[in-house]
Structure formats: C-alpha cells, structure tokens
C-alpha cells in the first residue's frame, strides 16, 4: 500500500525499502545503535515494514511486529533529522494505525523520550513487564 501527504509517499513495499538508509537512521539511536545490518535486515524481512519518501529517496522508517489478529508493537520508528518538525512522523504514524492488517489490533510500543509524540495518537504509559536482557536495551 502507499499513502501520499504534499511531497512525502509511505509505502509497505520492502522491495523499496533501503537497508543502508535504514542501517544510517537507526545508528544514532539510543535503541538500535549497536544492531548489525544483518539484523536490520532479518527484523524489517520479519515485520511489516514501513518506508517514507521524498522524491524516491527514503527518510524514514518503521516497523511492526504482529499476530494481525489481537496486538500489534511498534517499533523503530525514525525519520531523517532534516525531514523532522514537518509532521512527516505523525503521516507515518497515521499510516500505521490505518493499516488495514493492522488497524484492528491494540498497539504497543515502547520510548524513553517521546511520550508526547505518541500520546498524540492516544497512547498512555503503562507499567510492563520486560525480560531482562544481558546488556539491557530498553
């Protein structure tokens, strides 16, 4: 599926989805900093995966992990620092929960430091419990 606002096209086709652009966005986040390409690589082929562009180039990204039946959780959401502040995050977002697979699901996600940004799609924060991992990512 592809969904237009002014200049920005989302798309679920992984076909166009550029694991080197990907691999740049997730890099200097505090979550996805210290993932290989080959990991990158195994989630987004494992998950619904979402591309944003401009002019064919891809500035942003996210994915989903889900049964497509009960619960859908959001994951790796991030847009291009040049591109932020131009509500290309939010047209992401929308496409998301819009998705027809997965607009009938209750979805999940986890931040430290965008609460926020996605209270505005009506998520709360909500205690969880989470495995502990050896080097604790969350």
């Known amino acids: 599926m592809e969904w237009y606002h002014n ?4 798309s679920d086709d992984k076909e166009l989805l550029d694991l080197d652009i990907i691999y740049n966005l997730l890099k200097p986040t505090y979550w996805a900093n210290d993932r290989s390409k080959e990991t990158i690589k195994q989630s987004i082929e494992n998950s619904f995966s979402f591309g944003v562009y401009i ?7 996210a ?3 889900t049964d497509q039946a009960v619960f859908s959780w959001i994951l790796d959401v991030v847009i291009d620092p040049e591109y932020q502040g131009r509500g290309v995050g939010s047209f ?12 009938n699901t209750k979805f999940a996600l ?14 709360t924060e909500r205690p969880s419990m989470v495995q502990k ?3 604790d990512e969350w």
């Open 92 to 103: 992401l977002m929308q496409c998301i929960l819009e998705h027809p697979a997965l607009k």
């Open 55 to 61: 002019d064919d180039k891809q500035m942003g990204f």
């Open 7 to 10: 200049n920005f096209v989302v």
């Open 110 to 123: 986890a931040t430290k430091d965008a609460q926020p940004f996605y209270e505005a799609f009506n998520f």
């Open 63 to 65: 994915r989903v992990v």
């Open 133 to 135: 991992l050896v080097k």
